[in-house]
């Protein structure tokens, strides 16, 4: 009777804690957690990013309607070629703190993929021109993902299909966003 009571108790003891599940959720606001496929977390490192604008110069041309050639742009740039964390290809996961997850999570959070190019990481915001119109991005969610309410604040967001590259994540300030690159 006695062996039966304990392992009546053990059971009901793994349960509870199985039941529970691990909480993956990041200690901070703004803060990225990457679910690795061993059940742990990694923390994404956050970059500081600087929106740089850039011309073609044809407003310099001291000839007069030059200036309705002239095209500019304006991108948001990281230092490097690429992040720290790196992941696989295929299924990513994350947990995502932002404090309030009432929201829809497209207007919380962005996830976009960085053009490499000179040394640097950079994606493109906005492009105007007078004869070419205007082009304006304005838009950070351009990486497919499904995101859900996790916790009372966070949210899990899945990549399905995470392609090589370079990413970011932004959340609570555009001039800090949490990168990862996926080889």
């Known amino acids: ?3 039966l009571l304990i392992s009546i ?3 009901m ?3 509870s804690t199985f039941a529970q599940g691990k909480n993956f959720e990041p200690e901070y606001i703004g803060q ?6 061993d059940s742990t977390t990694t923390l994404l ?3 500081q990013a600087a929106m740089k604008t850039s011309s073609s110069k044809f407003g310099y041309i001291p000839i007069p309607g030059s200036g309705l050639l002239d ?3 304006v991108n948001l740039t990281v230092k490097g070629v690429e992040s720290k964390t790196v992941l696989p290809k295929g299924r990513v996961t994350f947990i995502i703190k932002t404090g309030d997850n009432n929201k829809d999570p497209k207007d919380v959070f962005g996830i976009f993929q960085f053009e490499v190019k000179k040394g640097k990481r950079q994606y493109q915001l906005a492009e105007a021109g007078v004869l070419s119109g205007v082009k304006s991005t304005m838009t950070f969610n ?3 993902s499904e995101a859900k309410k996790y916790g009372g604040d966070c949210y899990l967001v899945v990549i399905e299909n995470a392609e090589p590259g370079q990413y970011a994540i932004i959340t609570t300030d555009i001039s800090q966003v949490s990168t990862f690159g996926v080889k």
Do not use: D, F, L
């Open 71 to 73: 095209k500019s742009k």
């Open 45 to 47: 490192q956050k970059e």
């Open 9 to 11: 108790v053990s059971v």
């Open 142 to 144: 351009t990486v497919p």
């Open 13 to 15: 003891v793994a349960m």
């Open 32 to 37: 990225v957690v990457v679910i690795n496929t």
């Open 1 to 3: 009777m006695k062996k």
